[in-house]
């Protein structure tokens, strides 16, 4: 069974705080997302990385970075957090070796107050 | 531009009739779509899918019917169950590995 796994479910930060969400999966996946989903607007791509080191934006990433320093570990970074990015967080993997279903964490409540 | 949409938010069907999910699309380049289904406090995991080159796929309970001409696909559930509430979310995929999803539709199943 693929694994996706998420450093947090629920995460409260202040405004203008650091943010670091971290994903890891077990099954040498190369690809990683990183998704937002907000009521009505469905899930949406911020960031993905196809390798290591590789990574390219989605539809919505001003005010995100991400990091892929280990193929199992992908990092979303909210460098300067704001109330608009308190969202629900979805990290995914899948690998084009096997088929291109996208495996999903839990997810990470972020509230930025 | 929503290449994906999912014109319904919610909706209530009767335990033991058929659930019936639409999704319209606009990109003519995805390749293949897929729908998930996703619980409160979940991640969303992967219910069925259908390449672009057929009109129907069917596993178990669940039938996903692609019309082209019309960008137009639907997921039926029959019968339905009390554990099928949940968001359902259509995915079209584009290439790249990258899938684009509409908006969801909440599905309730009533007793």
């Known amino acids: 069974d693929v694994k996706v796994t998420q450093s947090s479910r629920y995460l409260v930060k202040r405004t203008g705080e650091k943010v670091f969400l971290e994903c890891v999966q077990d099954m040498d996946h190369e690809n990683m997302f990183w998704y937002r989903q907000d009521p009505g607007l469905g899930l949406r791509l911020i960031y993905f990385?196809?390798?290591?080191?590789?990574?390219e934006k989605g539809d919505i990433p001003e005010g995100y970075s991400v990091s892929r320093e280990k193929k199992e570990r992908f990092s979303l970074i909210l460098e300067s957090a704001s109330t608009n990015q308190t969202s629900m967080y979805l990290c995914a993997s899948s690998s084009p070796r096997v088929t291109d279903t996208q495996y999903f964490g839990p997810g990470t409540r972020l509230t930025v107050l | 531009d929503q290449q994906v949409k999912q014109n319904s938010p919610s909706l209530s069907v009767q335990e033991g009739r058929i659930s019936i999910l639409n999704c319209d699309y606009t990109n003519s380049m995805f390749d293949y779509f897929l729908w998930y289904k996703k619980y409160p406090a979940e991640g969303p995991t992967f219910l069925i899918s259908?390449?672009?080159?057929?009109d129907k796929n069917e596993d178990g309970r669940f039938t996903v019917f692609l019309n082209k001409s019309a960008k137009h696909l639907s997921l039926h559930i029959v019968p339905s169950q009390p554990g099928d509430s949940a968001v359902y979310f259509c995915a079209g995929h584009q290439g790249a590995q990258k899938l684009v999803f509409g908006q969801g539709t909440r599905l309730t199943i009533n007793p």
């Open positions: 259908i390449s672009s080159i057929k």
């Open positions: 990385s196809y390798d290591v080191k590789m990574k």
